[in-house]
């Protein structure tokens, strides 16, 4: 296998906090996306979507999203399951999975990608080009401070956000609160639980990655 990673990007450390929850060890190539690797050529040939994550297989496929990443992962290496061991367990990971990345992710990419400068024409990743709106930078946040007050709901009477497991929903939010950063926005002081987990999840030695 080969994991296509960008050391700097929060979407393919999503990949790389899990390959380091799972214990395994996977030979890794750098994409340089502040330089617009990921536009070349040769790199289009690997991912014509022109983003990573990307996970090489042996048999030469490639899967060019986390979620697929993930899966592959999950199913090839079980133990510890990060993406739940019952039914019930897969399905509440999944709901979250799903909340953690409509309200907090997209808002903080559309916020950044439709505010930042050196964005220009990069409102959306992908082969073609957008425009940015920047009232769509304010909306996402808008919705970003709207997410961070949310998790502390989610966070309430669980210690992890799928139950007392630590699981990918984990993976995800902690990506996005550090993704916040940013937008210099934060958990608030107020947000009691939120800062509870965020201080456990954090002290995980795959959070340092
Ligand atoms: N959420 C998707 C999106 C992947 C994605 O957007 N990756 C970003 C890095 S965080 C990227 O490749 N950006 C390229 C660009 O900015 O053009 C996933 O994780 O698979």
Not at 19 to 28: F, L, Q, R, S, V
Not at 76 to 93: C, N, R, S, Y
Not at 173 to 198: N, Q, T
């Amino acid at each position: 296998m080969i994991f296509y990673d960008c050391s700097s990007a929060p979407s393919p450390r999503l990949v790389r906090v899990f390959i380091a929850e799972k214990g395994i060890d996977i030979p890794t190539h750098q994409v340089d996306l502040r330089h617009g690797e990921h536009l070349s050529p040769e790199f289009r040939k690997i991912n014509p979507y022109c983003t990573v994550p990307v996970l090489e297989l042996d048999d030469g496929s490639r899967l060019t999203s986390t979620q697929g990443c993930w899966r592959y992962l999950e199913e090839t290496f079980p133990d510890p399951p990060l993406l739940g061991g019952t039914p019930v367990e897969k399905a509440v990971i999944a709901d979250r999975v799903w909340r953690i990345e409509s309200d907090g992710w997209q808002a903080m990419t559309e916020a950044l990608r439709n505010s930042t400068p050196g964005m220009k024409d990069r409102a959306l990743t992908g082969a073609e080009n957008y425009a940015q709106i920047p009232a769509l930078g304010e909306r996402g946040k808008l919705r970003s401070v709207r997410f961070l007050s949310h998790l502390d709901e989610l966070l309430a009477d669980r210690a992890y956000l799928a139950g007392d497991r630590f699981s990918a929903a984990d993976i995800l939010a902690m990506v996005v609160v550090d993704f916040a950063g940013w937008l210099k926005i934060s958990l608030p002081a107020e947000a009691v639980h939120a800062l509870r987990w965020y201080a456990a999840v954090r002290s995980r030695p795959s959070a340092k990655l």
